[in-house]
Structures are given as structure tokens and as C-alpha cells.
């Protein structure tokens, strides 16, 4: 696959007709967010999905250019003192605990580029994240792959 057929307009249709649940919430350019329902195991969770498409211009940077998953709803239920961390395989993106997007592959090495399909990635890598997350919850092991990012510490602590 070329790096040109993943324009946006590619990955809106690849979602509409792979993961229907997941509507298009917004579009705006270059960039999508799809907001539905994922169920892994027990739990429905309502989830977002943003993502802007690169241009081909663009320095491509995966840390900064992939996909975004937050969980909407239920809360993600930290777990203080937890080996695994708090809130394992996330990256802190605000000030509060749950203010966080999913972690869901190692950026460094290459599973993931900007030019790939988000229904063929991402949807199923969130599933996976959200099974070892109920996983982690009833056992206090995490079984997912990749490795845990260490969130950053504010002042004081």
C-alpha cells in the first residue's frame, strides 16, 4: 500500500464499513475522531478515536502523529501501589490521573506509521488494551504486550 491511499477520506470509509458502531463524530481537514461503543469482555466502554492524516510533506513523527484513544466512559479505575503502575500503558496527557490517552504499541519500533489503517490497527489494538485492562483489574497482572511508559512527575512529588 502506497503512502497516498490512507488519506483521511480512506480511513472515514475503512471505519464506516469495519467498525459501524464507531461513528464519525467530527471531521475537520485532515483530522477524524469516532466516538461508539467497544465491548472486550465484560464492560462496554464508550471510547474516541482522534486522528489527523499526514501530509506528505510532513516530518513524520510517530510518538506525536498517532492515533489518540481515550476512554469516555466507564472512568478508568487507577490502582495505587499497583507494580504494573497507577494506570498501566498510558500516556499522561493533562494534570488529572484520568486525564490520559491509551499507550498501545512501542513508537520506537515500527509496528505503527501514520500511513496505516486505524480500523485495522488501532480498533483492534484497543481491544486488546481494554481486555488486558479488565485482565489487570481482576487479577492485578497485566497481560498485554509493549512496555510501560513511566509517567511523567510533577513538581513536588
Known amino acids: 500500500m502506497t503512502a497516498a491511499a490512507y488519506t483521511i477520506e480512506r480511513q ?3 471505519m464506516a464499513d469495519r467498525w459501524p458502531l ?3 463524530a467530527t471531521r475537520e481537514g485532515a483530522s477524524a475522531t469516532w466516538r461508539g461503543p467497544l465491548r472486550p469482555l465484560l464492560q462496554t466502554f464508550q471510547v474516541e478515536i482522534a486522528f489527523r492524516a499526514p501530509s506528505l510533506i510532513e516530518k513524520l513523527d510517530n510518538r506525536r502523529m498517532q492515533p489518540r484513544v481515550k476512554i469516555l466512559t466507564p472512568p478508568l479505575r487507577p490502582r495505587r501501589g499497583d507494580p504494573e503502575g497507577q494506570l498501566p500503558h498510558v500516556y ?3 494534570r488529572g490521573p ?3 490517552v491509551l499507550c498501545m504499541f512501542d513508537p520506537d519500533s515500527d509496528e505503527w506509521s501514520p500511513f496505516m489503517s486505524v480500523a485495522e490497527t488501532t480498533v483492534p489494538w484497543t481491544i486488546d488494551w481494554l481486555t488486558s485492562y479488565e ?3 481482576a487479577t492485578r497482572t497485566w497481560t498485554g504486550t509493549g512496555k510501560q511508559i513511566e509517567p511523567p512527575r510533577l513538581a513536588g512529588e
Open 92 to 94: 499522561y496527557i493533562g
Open 135 to 137: 485482565g489487570w483489574r
Open 98 to 100: 484520568l486525564d490520559v
Open 22 to 24: 464507531l461513528v464519525l
Open 12 to 14: 472515514i470509509a475503512e
